[in-house]
């Protein structure tokens, strides 16, 4: 099973860009990196998802290396509204196994 | 669309009294169903997932169970409550293979007094 490690938390301003990364090692090739969005009494809701280099929608981007083993999600120009626990999550669109939720990022927007 | 709806929103109950928490999943068939639970300030930990009616792997030992008596309807419970299984607990959904992720409820906030 993938493991995936993220920094606990971060802390940014309004209007910045926040870069978190996830690192997963041991990704298999079959795996596919998704991130969640969860806020307070909340269920975590899906952002994006991506199997290489580089994937953008409306919310994120998604910046995955050449090797993998890692990943960056890029939220533009943060608002007080994105303060959130973000997920990396890793799993195989086969559905073999479950990947798991870790303890996630705590990003904290400030004024 | 699909939509998933997880009730109550909260519960206050005594220990040793049981517990049935419900979700449904309305707009797709045959989904994966799971319940996690969420301690405060700690991750998500998976409890139950079922890929099919009856059919439930449970991750995590403990007093609870879960039933899956119709496809899209996943049932939480327990006989006899304990003061730790206070918690946010979530219902969610997903496509055979986490095709595009899961889905979550709203959540039940369960404290056990």
């Known amino acids: 099973l993938a493991k995936t490690t993220q920094p606990i938390s971060m802390d940014s301003y309004e209007g910045q860009e926040v870069n978190i990364t996830c690192s997963h090692n041991n990704i298999a090739t079959n795996d596919y990196i998704t991130w969640y969005q969860q806020f307070p009494s909340q269920g975590p809701r899906f952002i994006i998802q991506g199997y290489k280099t580089k994937v953008t929608n409306e919310v994120a981007s998604l910046f995955i290396p050449a090797d993998r083993k890692s990943s960056t999600l890029s939220l533009p120009r943060v608002s007080l509204s994105d303060t959130a626990v973000y997920y990396c999550?890793?799993?195989?669109?086969?559905?073999?196994?479950?990947?798991?939720f870790g303890r996630g990022t705590s990003l904290i927007v400030h004024p | 669309s699909q939509t998933i709806h997880q009730w109550p929103a909260t519960l206050v109950q005594p220990v040793g009294s049981p517990l049935s928490l419900e979700c449904t999943v309305e707009g797709t068939s045959n989904p994966n169903l799971y319940w996690y639970r969420q301690a405060a300030g700690r991750g998500l930990q998976l409890l139950f997932y079922?890929?099919?009616?009856?059919?439930i792997s449970s991750e995590v030992p403990q007093n609870l169970s879960a039933s899956r008596p119709q496809d899209r309807q996943f049932i939480l419970s327990s006989k006899k409550l304990l003061l730790s299984d206070s918690g946010f607990y979530l219902c969610a959904w997903s496509d055979m293979g986490f095709n595009y992720g899961y889905t979550f409820g709203s959540g039940t906030r369960l404290t056990v007094v």
């Open positions: 079922s890929v099919g009616i009856g059919q």
């Open positions: 999550l890793v799993g195989d669109m086969e559905g073999s196994y479950i990947p798991t």
